[in-house]
Every structure is written in structure tokens, then in C-alpha cells.
């Protein structure tokens, strides 16, 4: 099963916008709508949400 996941923020909060008619997806989260969005399973998702906090940690280490 492939998860949708907002290439801005990560959130798999995402949707296709107005049903799909328009091909693009919404992301609930921060609101952005475009026909680029990122599909992975689970252990892809769990990578990318590993390397998000390990970005968080390198800039307030700086
Ligand atoms: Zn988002």
C-alpha cells in the first residue's frame, strides 16, 4: 500500500483536491496543493520522517 506524503512538510495528512477532478493533492496540514506529491510505503515514510528529525537536531546545533 503506498502512502501520500506532502513533499513541503512530510504530513501524510494529504488528499486529492476537489476529488480528484482537478489531478492535484491538498495537504491539510500546511495548505499546499500541487500535482507533485511524494508516494512510498511504510519503511520509506519512516526513513523520511528519521532524516526530518535528524535535520531538526543539526540545525539547532548550529
Ligand atoms: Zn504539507
Redesign the pocket.
Given at each position: 500500500m503506498r502512502i501520500l506524503v506532502?513533499?513541503?512538510?512530510?504530513?501524510t495528512?494529504?488528499e486529492m483536491d476537489a476529488g480528484g477532478y482537478t489531478g492535484k493533492y491538498h495537504?491539510?496540514?500546511?495548505?499546499?496543493v500541487g500535482s507533485l506529491i511524494l508516494e512510498m510505503d511504510e519503511g520509506e515514510l519512516r526513513e523520511i520522517i528519521e532524516a526530518e528529525k535528524l535535520k531538526d537536531k543539526d540545525a539547532k546545533n548550529l
Open positions: 506532502c513533499p513541503v512538510c512530510k504530513s495528512n494529504v495537504c491539510k496540514k500546511c495548505g499546499y
